[in-house]
């Protein structure tokens, strides 16, 4: 006979265990458990039958499983906790006594760490137990980058301190720093949310987010409890991120750290990298060289030697003259290609050599950032993509280049304003404080570039430096479009001409809406040529208007004779009408005006777009019927999975034609503004 198994020793009740039992198994409070599993990577799970799982009677939300919280008993973050709970009831007790003063002392060391040495706990082993690998590390650093950058812009309130803001600030800074070295930014793009940046390090691309240097206005229903203890968490994974970093490029970590700077919004420039054993490096030849000369080798046995050598190369020169021939013959700059093994196997981009470096894209140029510019984003672009002389504003803050917009060494200017004409008011110098600058309005600089802003972008994600016209101030800027998007086949995109992604029946419906607005535009001229001549002769128009009425009842009863049942001569019966219609209009404005009767010949173009309509109709017609008889042969199953493809394309689809239409508008409304 089997052994009988009890209720609540296998299956779900045995694998989950609910948040209360959880936190009483640990015996701490559950604020601490939420931390706990924060830290180490825990999260609920959803059991298949939540009621087996459920031991109580009541209803539980919340369950995880039963051997990552017997994991958790071994943490030594929960020793920490204890004693922290204990030191909190030797403060209360302290209270109840009237003992003032040693509730005080005990709240000072609970409170400043740094005084007495012992800090209340560190997660370095959490950091090495979740990241064993570096490039696990690298893995998860999209969000790690994306909180710290967002609670480094962030104002200190009691829920964020001061010193959390500080130290996310300059972890953030330093990582900058690194790119800025290692020239590893490829990347960015600017977003509605703030600026997207892209990394590659060591292989990993890494995207994160930064928010815009707005006044952020801290809101209540936000639980920034929750969001320091992941905070907490990103600053210590940072920091083993950001010295290995360093160290793998040969670079002191922490940098120096210039605090003076740094108040004056320095931000980059109140660092100073130092390399990593440099004095080091330098000292050992010189130690080689003093004890060379101290104790050298006898001059009439080195002389010796040194003919031996001299002759054993004369020997050799032929021969090395001959390798270095074919060496110059072989290409030494070749580099492989890969092709695929077999016909129409998968295409892998070709690595090439270019003579412009994307990573030194503006190594040659020296920019001047306006006072209405964004320095934050636009120094920390340039100066990772090889620019070394960056000046500003003196109001921007330390670290420029130069504060003098009038340097003759400035190729490049980046201005965010619009062109105002200069206006000087009578009895005013004409200066307001947001525009006034060193230079009077529309002044420039011979010889020097102005751009907006968005050329750095656009220029730093196609690989080059774009046409400056394109971007000059005051003029229309070309669409900024997502690096970050790859262009499927027949879907939209907005970087090609429109004639060679619309369908053939766009195209069609186009051309007719356009015939259709050039013909009510030459109806308009028309109608205002003969306004005067219809004032004139005001009893023949009502005379005419009367008869042609009396014409219209009269066609119109003689043409109805019921529903036809052939569609195609119904349709030419409406032509006609519209036809006849049309050549007595013509006439009665041929009558009033004088003027001979416009002779109207038959349109080939017309008529060749109602064909291809109808072309288009009867193929798009007997597609849908060949795709209904494919898929009666298809199974149940199958077909309801491409019945999902279908609808999906389709929705797609009406996306893209969307936005066609979207664009063939605003071309539309540029090309008669343009008019």
């Known amino acids: 006979m089997g052994r009988i198994k009890k209720k609540g020793e296998a299956g779900n009740a045995k694998n989950y265990i609910t948040r209360t039992h959880a936190v009483k198994k640990l015996q701490i409070s559950l604020p601490d458990f939420r931390k706990l599993c924060i830290w180490k990577g825990i999260f609920p799970r959803e ?11 009541t209803a539980s939300t919340t369950f995880y499983y039963a051997k990552d919280i017997q994991y958790l008993l071994h943490e030594p973050l929960l020793q920490k906790f204890r004693e922290q709970k204990a030191l909190e009831k030797k403060i209360s007790r302290a209270l109840g006594r009237g003992d003032v003063g040693d509730a005080s002392r005990l709240e000072r060391n609970a409170s400043r760490p740094e005084k007495t040495g012992k800090p209340r706990y560190t997660l370095d082993h959490v950091i090495r137990e979740r990241y064993p690998t570096f490039v696990d590390a690298l893995r ?19 829920t964020v301190p001061a010193k959390m803001i500080a130290r996310c600030e300059r972890l953030c800074l330093e990582f900058q720093h690194y790119l800025i070295v290692s020239q590893s930014l490829r990347k960015s793009f600017l977003s509605i949310k703030g600026i997207y940046y892209q990394a590659n390090i060591q292989g990993e ?41 360093y160290t793998s490029v040969g670079l002191k970590y922490p940098p120096k750290f210039d605090q003076a700077k740094d108040d004056e919004a320095g931000e980059l ?19 080689l060289t003093n004890s060379e000369t101290e104790a050298g080798p006898d001059p009439k046995t080195q002389a010796e030697v040194n003919k031996l050598i001299r002759q054993m190369r004369e020997t050799d020169v032929d021969g090395d003259r001959v390798e270095a021939e074919a060496e110059k013959d072989e290409p030494t700059d070749a580099i492989d290609k890969f092709e695929p093994a077999a016909p129409g196997g998968d295409v892998l981009p070709q690595p090439s050599y270019s003579g412009s470096d994307p990573e030194s894209l503006f190594e040659n140029c020296t920019f001047y950032l306006s006072r209405e510019t964004p320095r934050q984003p636009l120094e920390f672009i340039l100066r990772a993509f090889g620019c070394k002389r960056i000046g500003w504003d003196a109001t921007l803050g330390e670290g420029a280049y130069t504060t003098n917009e009038r340097d003759p060494s400035i190729t490049h200017q980046i201005v965010d304003r619009p062109v105002i004409q200069a206006a000087m008011q009578e009895g005013g110098d004409g200066e307001d404080n947001q525009t006034s600058q060193k230079l009077a309005a529309n ?24 046409q400056p016209s394109l971007y000059a101030p005051g003029t ?19 970087t090609m001409p429109l004639e060679d992604q619309q369908t053939e029946g766009e195209a069609l419906e186009d051309s007719e809406e356009e015939l259709d607005e050039d013909e009510a535009e030459a109806d308009e001229d028309e109608a205002d040529d003969s306004l005067a001549v219809k004032k004139m002769a005001g009893a023949a128009d009502g005379m005419d208007i009367a008869q042609s009425d009396e014409e219209d009842e009269d066609g119109d009863n003689d043409s109805f004779g019921g529903f036809s049942e052939d569609e195609k001569a119904a349709d030419e019966s409406e032509d006609d009408e519209q036809a006849a219609e049309l050549q007595y209009q013509r006439e009665l404005e041929a009558e009033l005006t004088g003027k001979p009767i416009k002779q109207t010949s ?4 017309s008529k060749a777009k109602a064909e291809a309509k109808k072309r288009l109709a009867k193929q798009a017609k007997e597609e849908a019927e060949e795709i209904e008889r494919a898929k009666g042969m298809l199974s149940k199953k199958k077909r309801k999975l491409f019945e999902q493809m279908q609808y999906s394309n389709s929705k797609k689809s009406a996306e893209d034609q969307k936005l066609r239409a979207k664009r063939r508008k605003l071309e539309k409304q540029k090309g008669r503004a343009k008019a």
């Open 140 to 158: 998860d650093l999209d969000d790690c980058l994306s909180m710290l950058f967002l609670f480094a812009n962030l104002p200190s309130t009691s």
């Open 269 to 287: 420039g109140a660092f100073k990298l130092e390399g990593n054993l440099i004095t080091g490096s330098e000292e050992a030849p010189a130690q």
């Open 205 to 245: 691309d890494i995207l994160w987010l930064v928010p815009y240097k707005f006044n952020q206005r801290v809101v209540g229903d936000v639980d920034f409890r929750i969001m320091g203890t992941f905070v907490e968490f990103y600053m210590t994974l940072l920091g083993f991120v950001n010295f290995r970093l």
């Open 476 to 494: 229309q800027l070309p669409p900024h479009l997502s690096p970050f998007v790859q262009n499927t086949q027949g879907a939209y995109d907005p």
């Open 602 to 605: 038959s349109n080939p173009q």
């Open 47 to 57: 059991p298949r039958n939540r009621k087996k799982a459920s031991k109580s009677a």
């Open 443 to 466: 002044q420039r600089m011979p010889g020097r570039i102005y751009v907006q802003p968005q050329w750095v972008w656009d220029s730093i994600n196609d690989g080059e430096m774009k």
